[in-house]
């Protein structure tokens, strides 16, 4: 018996996911023969490939096993490895020693994230660890900080850098809630915690340009993990 052919516009939810991994394997080669802002570029053209491919994949009804795998294989290029080395390679080229290499524990993170969370059931409303798309919200434009800030590699600085790349790398693996856009149609009280990162967000875009982005998702990060210790630290005190 014939299989019928998959009509051709059934494949631009896929062509848009490889899209996102050929953007965020360009980033790298943008950074080495252009600019870090040329690289940002590209990363932000993956990040929007990336929204899209999801979008056009339900609007299509064209959803399939091979398009997830394909998500994931495209994520880890654009969201891990891209800000990753980018960040390690800025920081090498101003100096930074053994700890220039610290931004690389997130490629194995988020591959293990991919593989853990990716179907995980209890995803539906907010992300379980820190995703990786949110995490190369906050490195790449964090790069771009550093190279234009010059920061001087201290000592202090390059033990506190270790520090926070240790706990961003556990982050994207770890079980702690994090709130996503999925949750806005709970309601504007659900969603405080949103709306106060989307408008610092906005404040900090205006005041810092592109590396504001990466004072917010820090934001975001923190905001998330006081409401968890606060749940966890209510959950305890309800049993005991």
Request: overall charge neutral; aromatic content about 10%.
């Amino acid at each position: 018996m014939e299989t019928m052919a998959k009509p051709i516009y059934k494949y631009i939810p896929n062509l848009l996911t490889l899209s996102n991994g050929l953007f965020g394997a360009l980033s790298i080669v943008m950074y080495l023969t252009v600019s870090l802002r040329a690289a940002l570029c590209c990363i932000a053209v993956s990040l929007i490939a990336d929204v899209l491919d999801g979008m056009t994949a339900r609007l299509l009804h064209a959803t399939s096993d091979i398009g997830g795998d394909l998500d994931s294989l495209s994520d880890v290029i654009s969201f891990g490895a891209a800000p990753a080395i980018l960040l390690t390679m800025v920081l090498r080229g101003l100096g930074w020693g053994v700890a220039c290499w610290a931004p690389l524990l997130v490629v194995p993170a988020s591959i293990y994230r991919l593989a853990k969370f990716n179907n995980d059931p209890r995803q539906t409303t907010s992300f379980i660890g820190l995703a990786t798309t949110g995490n190369a919200v906050m490195l790449a434009p964090l790069a771009l900080f550093f190279q234009s800030h010059s920061v001087a590699p201290t000592p202090l600085y390059q033990t506190l850098f270790v520090l926070f790349m240790i706990v961003d790398a556990w982050l994207l693996v770890c079980e702690v809630p994090f709130f996503g856009l999925k949750q806005l149609s709970k309601g504007w009280r659900a969603n405080i915690g949103l709306i106060i990162v989307v408008f610092a967000a906005i404040v900090a875009l205006i005041l810092f340009g592109i590396e504001g982005i990466a004072w917010a998702m820090m934001l975001y990060i923190l905001l998330n993990l006081i409401t968890w210790l606060t749940h966890k630290s209510g959950a305890k005190s309800t049993i005991q």
